[in-house]
């Protein structure tokens, strides 16, 4: 019983690990190389919205971090 459920954990962090999301309408799949793909021709991106304080409040921000 313990083997079975520890083959299915790991099979199921398996697929999460490959997981790709695609935000979409016409139903496409995600581009191979995206961890995360939107497409839209009639509505834009909104970044997170923050003010400069909590900008610099960001510890060790990843480079090309995109907060408005």
């Not at 799949?29 to 960001?58: C, V, W, Y």
């Amino acid at each position: 019983m313990k083997k079975s459920i520890l083959v299915l954990f790991f099979t199921f962090i398996l697929f999460k690990g490959y997981t790709q999301v695609g935000i979409n309408r016409d139903g496409s799949q995600p581009d191979p190389s995206a961890i995360l793909d939107a497409k839209s021709t009639e509505k834009g991106f909104l970044p997170p919205r923050m003010t400069h304080a909590q900008m610099n409040a960001i510890n060790n921000p990843a480079e090309g971090l995109m907060v408005y």
